[in-house]
């Protein structure tokens, strides 16, 4: 049976919804919209109908798919600013509207049919696909590229997408359950299900005529998890494994450095864990870190083959001057920025093409933006009158040549020491992707397994360990030789984040005394290198 609904629904979904509307003879158009999130959402709640939906991505673009079919769209939500569209939720003729059933948008003439009574407002969204989205979570979606042949995807609204120069779609998202709509906010990521079609802009200013772009009629939705996959914690991993895990990050993206790539690897999984009082991701500055002119360093590469959303932006002074990297209105538009990415994300920032020049009252913003981003964690949102800031939930860290950052301060420094001959170095930092020695993949799946897992993952600090913790610092603090040396209650803040840090990277749900010590030893590691520059 449930087989059954679900290939009726994909074969015809505008007849599947008038049928669920005429099977209740007293239906109430107030609460329609929420019936049909629940029905459809029934009928596709199993994984596998799930997955039978079509999917619709830069892969499988709207042309792919014929008008008004029913697809899925894993995506962002961009901009929530648009007005409410209205629409005739009932007809003369007893037929309801809306998800794209007929042309049901109300354009203000008079019409002799309409009961004005019978309007209501659907919410409006802009969504994009997933910035950042890393290739290999698109291993659960259906492989049926290329089977159809359809023409390249020519993106209408290209300044909606935070990387615009990467492979995207961008799409009208109309839901028409408004109190769900009004739940939704700005870089949240959704799996929306519902009818393709293609429709004028919904616009607040008066467009250019003709301006068509794909729009999705939602069905239902559901929230996608940070990890993309959805992930477990605690699992029960090998030691071995996280171990061989920071060796391969160091072998294919540091040069052999296996500190940098653990102090990388725990930042990396960093996430808020409370904004009152604040305890946020710390940023990181992986200094010493050798440029190249003509390339990007392969790390964020690397990184992306075991993190779901990982973004990397290559700093230059024509960037910082020209582009944006919060969002901002333009003419009733919300333009995206480069740091308006989903939370959960890495954002990798390298400044090795920074050269000697100026920086202009744009850039000193987009500098601005991005040292918030890092310490504090929140994106102003910039319009013609005010500007509004977000709370945001990313970790980012900064590859730069020198002994530290040229702009940012964060709150780690790690000195990279290449363990390969000098002349070698370059030629391990800036290989291309194809270089990569990928692991096996029952190791890469366990690798990806323990990162998921520790993104999501909670630690607590017990009462005893709480104690030892006070204890120890109240006896370095005595230790200390000098002022300049004596442990500040924002260097205990700082490593009390480490230690838990490292317990998600252990997949335990509590820090230990071991784990304690092995904090302080990887700090003295730092330290160490940090002194000797």
């Known amino acids: 049976m449930a087989s059954s609904s679900n290939s009726n ?34 009928i596709f709640a199993s994984r596998d109908a799930f997955n039978g939906i079509p999917v619709l991505d830069w892969l499988r673009p709207p042309k792919y798919h014929a008008d008004r079919s029913l697809v899925r769209f894993r995506a962002m939500i961009q901009d929530t600013s648009s007005s409410s569209e209205i629409y005739l939720a009932r007809r003369r003729n007893g037929h309801t509207s809306g998800w794209g059933l007929f042309a049901d948008t109300f354009d203000g003439r008079d019409d002799a049919e309409m009961n004005y009574a019978d309007l209501r407002e659907c919410s409006v969204l802009w969504a994009v696909s997933i910035p950042g989205e890393s290739e290999w979570c698109i291993d659960d979606l259906p492989r049926d590229h290329g089977s159809k042949p359809y023409e390249p995807h020519q993106e209408a609204r290209p300044h909606k997408c935070p990387a615009a120069n990467r492979k995207h779609i961008g799409v009208q998202v109309k839901v028409y359950e408004n109190s769900r709509a009004a739940l939704m906010k700005s870089t949240e990521m959704h799996n929306f299900v519902g009818i393709l079609t293609h429709e004028p802009l919904h616009s607040d200013v008066n467009e250019e005529p003709g301006v ?18 959805p992930r477990s914690f605690p699992l029960q991993i090998h030691a071995d494994i996280r171990e061989e895990l920071i060796s391969w990050i160091a072998d294919e993206a540091l040069a052999g450095d296996r500190t940098a790539a653990e102090w990388v690897f725990l930042c990396a999984l960093a996430r808020v864990q409370s904004r009152t009082p604040p305890i ?50 333009k003419d009733e538009d919300l333009h995206s920025g480069w740091l308006q990415v989903p939370p ?21 913003m987009n ?22 800031s977000f ?6 860290f900064t590859a730069c040549e020198g002994k530290k950052s040229v702009f940012f301060q ?15 170095i370059i030629e391990h930092l800036y290989k291309s992707g194809s270089e990569i020695k990928m692991p096996p993949t029952e190791r890469l799946d366990a690798f990806r397994s323990l990162v998921g897992g520790a993104k999501i993952g909670s630690v607590t600090v017990g009462e005893d360990v709480a104690k030892y913790i006070q204890d120890d610092f109240v006896k370095e603090r005595q230790q200390s030789s000098s002022q300049a040396e004596k442990v500040t209650s924002e260097n205990l803040i700082l490593r009390m984040t480490i230690a838990r ?17 092995a904090t302080k030893k990887l700090e003295a590691a730092k330290n160490a290198r940090l002194a000797s520059l």
């Open 9 to 42: 629904v994909m074969q015809n979904p505008l007849r599947s919804l008038l049928d669920l509307y005429e099977s209740d003879v007293d239906i109430d158009i107030d609460s329609f919209p929420a019936k049909v999130a629940s029905h459809f959402g029934e």
């Open 367 to 388: 500098i601005r933006a991005i040292q918030e981003f890092m310490n504090g964690q929140t994106l102003d949102y910039v319009f013609p009158y005010s500007r509004f």
């Open 410 to 424: 964060t709150s780690i420094t790690v000195p990279l020491q290449p363990r390969c001959p000098d002349g070698k």
């Open 391 to 396: 709370p945001t939930d990313a970790a980012c």
């Open 501 to 517: 840090l490292l317990a998600l990277s252990y997949h335990s749900q509590e820090v230990t005394i071991a784990i304690w010590e």
């Open 344 to 364: 959960g994300s890495v954002v990798l920032i390298s400044e090795g093409g920074i050269r000697e020049g100026g920086v202009n009252e744009k850039g000193i």
């Open 212 to 229: 068509q772009v794909p729009t999705l009629h939602v069905l239902f939705s559901r929230p996608v998890p940070r990890t993309i996959v």
């Open 280 to 329: 946020l991701p710390p940023s990181l500055t992986l200094a010493k870190f050798p440029s190249h002119r003509d390339q990007h360093p392969i790390l964020p590469v690397v990184i992306s083959r075991i993190f779901p959303t990982v973004t990397h932006i290559p700093l230059s002074l024509s960037m910082i001057n020209a582009t944006s990297f919060f969002p901002e209105s």
